[in-house]
């Protein structure tokens, strides 16, 4: 058969491939960049630009010129240090700036907020740096126990509405899997005004030292375990939401890959196997799609896009809580 093309949409952009490269460190090593684009990856997303950046450069100002004035100094201590961000606001536009020079491939910014405030208007300064798209990611973890959960997916989609009607560019909304009804969420995001919808957010998790009876943060790459959650809620909303839908985390090998795409997925995002394995591992991950898609007789992705999802798979009933309740009774003791 004729070689398979392996063309897809994200966010209205064509690219060449399904593969992403993540937000994560990438960007900010420009030769490593170079690199992943010539081993074949199809886009770049840079790490997140966190909402606390804004505060941390306007704190870090007026302690410069108002240090003295300051008469509860220790409070100042429970805010990460302006020096912990890797880049502030003007570095971060200059890399986007260099990055978009660089490479060919479109290069997606990253911002993360999670309440209303002056740093919405970095989106509008990523578009004039050169993003063609954000991903604008909504990490939180609610801990006030009087806060409704209704209240949190309100603000939520107030700042879908903010940052869309701030910028012509798409953007993409990343979010965690743990809300109520998320095909209801992702729904509402759609009509604020995104253009798609990046799965999952993955929580770093703190840890407990028993010794020195402390919380120690605990990094750990991902594994492809984490697929599954990916997977499922992919086929569920592919054939109900018409967004754009990115596969985050777990993608570790080329059948992680089709197995995002049958769900539903329009690109697959890559990090903790660019990680462990660099740039090479871009060829490894396109030649087993591709063999595999001869093997099938699939010439392009739209064929196989969505094959195993809600709607089009011969067991629906395996993404809901049928299947859940024939799996537990499968046990025997």
């Not at 960007?27 to 505060?55: K, P, W, Y």
């Not at 959960?149 to 939520?156: L, N, Q, R, S």
């Not at 993409?172 to 990046?198: D, F, R």
């Not at 089009?312 to 299947?323: K, L, Q, S, V, W």
Request: contains cysteine; negative net charge.
């Amino acid at each position: 058969m004729p070689d398979v093309n392996l063309t897809t949409t994200y966010l209205g952009l064509t690219l060449k491939n399904p593969l992403v490269v993540g937000a994560s460190p990438f960007c900010d090593n420009l030769t490593l960049c170079r690199e992943l684009e010539e081993a074949g990856v199809s886009a770049l997303v840079m790490h997140s630009f966190f909402e606390e950046q804004i505060d941390a450069e306007a704190r870090a100002l007026v302690h410069n010129t108002e240090a003295f004035n300051d008469s509860v100094a220790e409070a100042t201590s429970y805010f990460p240090r302006y020096e912990d961000y890797h880049l502030g606001p003007q570095q971060y536009l200059r890399r986007l700036t260099r990055l978009k020079k660089l490479l060919s491939i479109p290069v997606i910014a990253s911002l993360n907020g999670r309440h209303l405030g002056s740093w919405i208007g970095m989106a509008q300064q990523m578009e004039d740096a050169g993003a063609a798209a954000i991903e604008l990611n909504l990490y939180q973890v609610p801990t006030d126990p009087t806060r409704p959960a209704d209240e949190v997916e309100g603000t939520m989609l107030q700042m879908v509405r903010a940052v869309t009607a701030a910028v012509k560019i798409p953007v993409a909304v990343k979010l965690s899997p743990y809300h109520t009804s998320l095909p209801n969420l992702v729904a509402q995001i759609v009509e604020n005004g995104a253009k798609g919808v990046t799965l999952f957010n993955r929580f770093y998790q703190p840890d407990f030292d028993v010794n020195e009876l402390d919380v120690v943060p605990h990094l750990r790459l991902s594994d492809p375990s984490e697929l599954l959650v990916r997977l499922r809620w992919l086929a569920i909303l592919s054939p109900n939401v018409d967004t754009s839908l990115a596969c985050s985390g777990g993608v570790h090998t080329a059948e992680d890959v089709i197995k995002a795409l049958l769900a539903g997925a329009d690109v697959v995002q890559l990090v903790s196997a660019l990680l462990r394995h660099g740039p090479p591992i871009v060829p490894v991950l396109l030649d087993g799609l591709v063999a595999w898609m001869r093997e099938k007789e699939y010439g392009n992705l739209s064929q196989l896009r969505g094959a195993l999802n809600l709607r089009r798979c011969p067991d629906p009933a395996a993404h809901e809580r049928a299947n859940y309740i024939r799996i537990l009774q499968s046990w025997r003791v």
